[in-house]
């Protein structure tokens, strides 16, 4: 008995002393005050708090912002963005032309771009990538951004087996023409989202077929980029480290020299890591935090406009909200500007119309208004005078404290604008995502973040039969409009159809706009060359520390 | 002894079946699927991804091929983080939390033990209250509260650890102690009745009678029967350790397994969930038998058969 005891407190403690030794050693604390130290020693190493694990590092199958982050410092495309504008500038292309039409881009590639093992980014790499991104066996779920180019869809879809057919074409290695199905002025914008990056053929056929998902191509060691760094290490739910590509054509101006990207997906965490010196940027802010830092130490919190809206949708084959009436009336009762000041906080702007101000140069010219008399009338007409004979219904969130917020403010200036009842009900995010797509609800909450700088990225949300259009609206008109704006290059009467088109969305509201999203971050004084932009792009190229 | 043993490591089988059958079936009941996402996915695109997963497959047939895929050791490929398996995901993320789960329980073994024993010696005076006091304070607070509070005094305040991360040893001490706490605190109340009860009993007044010196009795006759409750607990307490790391992990940015074990449900990442579900309950079997048998060699009374 006494043998057996000792022997288990006897294996017990031998096993413990390694645990507790052989944890590796831990890179010095860049920043030990979270103020930095100026001064040219300043290591130029940066610390990101990028959310969630990655789901993968192959820019064809991923789709969210946390991946985007990642490989756009491994890949680059033909074009880059300017660090404060977000304007093209020259990437991989050096130069390019436009066809008077604005349908054909003739690319150059700079003579002197390199994949990270020496090979050369030559135009045929460029064809492949765009292969390999529309195969049907790929199944890539942006394959969309690319229909824009000659048969594109078609042979995503399979209409066209023979890819020479699509609208690309290297002419020679170092030129690609790129056709377009219509003059796309958002074009050379577009080019920098991921799903229009380059990918080196020979390490994918390497590591398994063209359009195989998920092959170990993307690990530490086997990847091979053309971006201004080069994947180092992958530590799941830990971080990623990348390096600086001493091959890259620019590597000249390149300050850092590795970018760490952890893996904090709770808010109130990363917050915690940043206040103690390990982030330089965070990828948001705690919601509760937001005032603590507007007032003690606002030069930290950088708020900056995002191009994304806040808004409800209505099923509009659901009574009473299959009346424009009702729909307007509920718009129209709903204040904006103190959902702003009162619940969010940070700085979000009221939404009076879908496409965010000033997206690409636009501006709607309709707007949605805050006039609770003439909702009340609206709403009389509709059939229910000061609320009576109401049916009610339910609106409907993803669980989050945020959402939940906003529902029960609109849910009280519903009820005392209108005098009508709403009962509030929230699912967890799948089976939100699952009711508005089987149409299963009356109003949702939604929201959309533009995929590149344009009022198409929107606006064509909602046309009839629309992948992502859960409102089961359709108009003719509408559809009309969007369908003129796609088929012209000339920017003012593109913006003209997108005018009437939104003007038709805002008087017919399948959708009720409620707020322009911010992008939220932490920000350590000494970084350098990061900007706020629309789309929360960061060209690291131009960042560095101080 | 041996046939103790075989007798339970069969009635697993059964356990584990049924285990991983229930949690197939719910899974699959639940709305949304692994690649429902804000924006949707062309149907043809889900069609295809579908198959690739081979979710076309009739459910029958898809949940034949996992056991047949899981009894040769592969738990396929993880839905959401693509790149990697779930065996890597596992592999990468399982020694993590069972390294925490270690160091949380030895440390709430020591510290309950202790306490337990101080207390129990001197019944309603002041040794006794404090540290009972003390654990209850610990049961009651859960883990979510004293997490961040221990952050804020001992990594944001004074420094002495850092606030996130899982590189050096003292990167350890604060997520053991938070994860421990709770259980120590139990630990402490079940060891003080536990020595309470045995030393009130004959055998230990004889003892004392005989002139065996006071440490003798309580290290020697006291402890070997006021620790079974102890022992006993250690059982649901390694359950509670694993299931309850996610909140520890997330607090603490340490890359474990409790993340996944829950995030997998809230993704749907199916292949994900079965594996980790699979893999807690065979750990959970594997301690609570542990546990069994530690005690019957504590406790003559107790026949493994």
């Given at each position: ?152 869809a078609a042979f995503h879809e399979g209409r066209v087996t023979d890819f020479s057919q699509v609208g690309v074409r290297a002419v020679n290695d170092h030129t690609l023409e790129i056709t377009l199905n219509a003059g796309t002025p958002y074009f050379l ?117 995002y191009i994304g809206t806040y808004y409800y949708l209505f099923n509009v084959e659901q009574p009473p909200l299959d009346d424009g009436r009702v729909r307007k009336a509920l718009s129209m009762s709903i204040d904006r500007a103190a959902i702003c000041t ?205 | ?161 850092s606030v996130s991360g899982w590189d050096t040893a003292t990167d350890r001490i604060l997520p053991a102690v938070t994860l421990g706490a709770p259980y120590g605190a139990y630990i402490a109340r079940l060891t003080r009745a536990g020595m309470l009860e ?108």
């Amino acid at each position: 008995m006494k043998q057996r005891f000792l022997s288990i407190r006897q294996y017990l403690l031998p096993a413990l002393i390694p645990l507790l030794l052989c944890s590796c050693g831990r890179e010095p604390v860049f920043l030990k005050s979270p103020a930095g130290q100026p001064g040219d020693g300043v290591p130029q190493i940066l610390h990101l708090g990028n959310g969630a694990e990655p789901k993968a590092l192959d820019p064809h199958v991923v789709t969210g912002v946390t991946e985007h982050n990642i490989i756009s410092a491994l890949l680059e495309g033909l074009v880059t963005e300017n660090p404060k504008t977000l304007e093209p500038q020259p990437g991989a292309a050096e130069s390019w032309t436009v066809s008077d039409d604005g349908t054909v881009y003739t690319f150059l590639l700079r003579s002197n771009g390199k994949w990270s093992n020496g090979d050369a980014v030559t135009a045929p790499d460029f064809v492949f990538s765009f292969e390999r991104m529309l195969s049907p066996g790929l199944s890539a779920e942006y394959a969309e951004m690319l229909f824009v180019m000659k048969n594109a869809a078609a042979f995503h879809e399979g209409r066209v087996t023979d890819f020479s057919q699509v609208g690309v074409r290297a002419v020679n290695d170092h030129t690609l023409e790129i056709t377009l199905n219509a003059g796309t002025p958002y074009f050379l914008s577009m080019l920098n989202h991921y799903s229009w990056y380059p990918v080196h053929p020979p390490t994918i056929l390497k590591h398994g077929k063209m359009d195989e998902r998920h092959t170990p191509w993307t690990r530490p060691g086997n990847y091979v980029g053309n971006g201004v760094f080069v994947l180092d290490t992958w530590e799941v739910n830990k971080e990623i480290v990348v390096k600086k590509n001493p091959l890259h054509w620019d590597a000249k101006i390149v300050r850092l020299e590795a970018i760490h990207f952890r893996a904090i997906e709770k808010a109130l965490t990363e917050e915690r890591a940043f206040r103690a010196g390990d982030l330089h940027v965070t990828s948001t802010v705690p919601l509760d935090k937001i005032e603590k830092y507007q007032q003690n130490s606002p030069e930290l919190l950088m708020v900056s406009p995002y191009i994304g809206t806040y808004y409800y949708l209505f099923n509009v084959e659901q009574p009473p909200l299959d009346d424009g009436r009702v729909r307007k009336a509920l718009s129209m009762s709903i204040d904006r500007a103190a959902i702003c000041t009162h619940v969010l906080k940070a700085g979000q702007l009221p939404a009076y119309h879908f496409v965010p101000p000033d997206t690409g140069g636009y501006t709607s010219q309709a707007r949605v208004t805050y006039d609770i008399a003439a909702a009340k009338k609206l709403l009389a007409a509709a059939g229910y005078p000061d609320g009576k004979g109401f049916p009610g219904f339910e609106l409907l969130y993803n669980t989050n404290e945020s959402h939940r917020k906003i529902a029960e403010v609109i849910q009280q200036m519903w009820q005392k604008n209108l005098n009508i009842n709403v009962v509030l009900k929230n699912q967890e995010w799948k089976v939100y995502l699952d009711s508005t797509q089987q149409g299963d609800f009356q109003v949702a909450r939604a929201g959309w973040i533009g995929d590149y700088v344009d009022p198409n990225t929107f606006l064509d949300l909602w046309i009839t039969g629309g992948g992502n259009n859960r409102t089961r609206w359709s108009n003719g008109d509408y559809d009309n409009f969007i369908a003129s704006a796609a088929s012209t290059s000339d920017a003012a009467v593109r913006f003209e159809a997108f005018q009437k088109a939104e003007t038709i969305l805002l008087d017919e509201l399948p959708i009720m706009p409620i707020y322009l999203y911010v992008s939220l971050s932490l920000i350590q004084p000494g970084v350098r060359g990061w900007y706020p932009t629309l789309l929360d792009h960061h060209p690291y190229k131009y960042v560095y520390l101080e | 002894m041996l046939r103790f043993i075989r007798s339970r490591l069969l009635e697993a089988i059964p356990v584990l079946f049924i285990i991983a059958t229930l949690t197939f079936v719910m899974i699959r009941l639940a709305p949304g699927g692994p690649f429902s996402d804000e924006r949707n996915v062309s149907p043809a695109t889900l069609a295809k991804l579908e198959a690739h997963y081979h979710l076309d497959q009739p459910l029958p047939v898809q949940y034949l091929t996992w056991w047949r895929k899981t009894l040769t050791g592969d738990l396929g490929p993880s839905m959401r983080y693509g790149a990697h398996s779930v065996n890597e995901i596992i592999g990468h993320t399982l020694p993590v939390s069972l390294e925490l789960g270690i160091l949380a329980i030895t440390f709430a073994l020591v510290i309950g033990l202790g306490a337990g024993i101080v207390a129990g010696l001197k019944p309603n005076t002041v040794t006794d209250y404090a540290p009972m006091s003390l654990a209850m304070i610990g049961i009651c607070i859960p883990t979510f509260v004293i997490g961040p509070l221990l952050l804020l005094l001992f990594a944001l305040r004074w420094q002495i650890f850092s606030v996130s991360g899982w590189d050096t040893a003292t990167d350890r001490i604060l997520p053991a102690v938070t994860l421990g706490a709770p259980y120590g605190a139990y630990i402490a109340r079940l060891t003080r009745a536990g020595m309470l009860e045995v030393l009130n009993q004959d055998f230990i007044r004889t003892a004392r009678a005989k002139g065996v010196s006071e440490f003798r009795v309580i290290y020697k006759h006291a402890l070997k029967g006021g620790l079974l409750p102890v022992i006993a607990f250690l059982g649901p307490a390694t359950a509670g350790l694993l299931s309850g790391s996610f909140v520890v992990e997330e607090i603490f940015d340490i890359p474990g397994l409790g993340q996944h074990f829950v995030n997998a449900a809230f993704n749907r990442d199916y292949t994900m969930i079965m594996g980790t579900v699979l893999l807690y309950a065979v750990m959970i079997v594997v301690f609570n038998l542990l546990v069994d048998i530690v005690q019957a060699a504590l406790n003559p009374r107790l026949r493994l058969e």
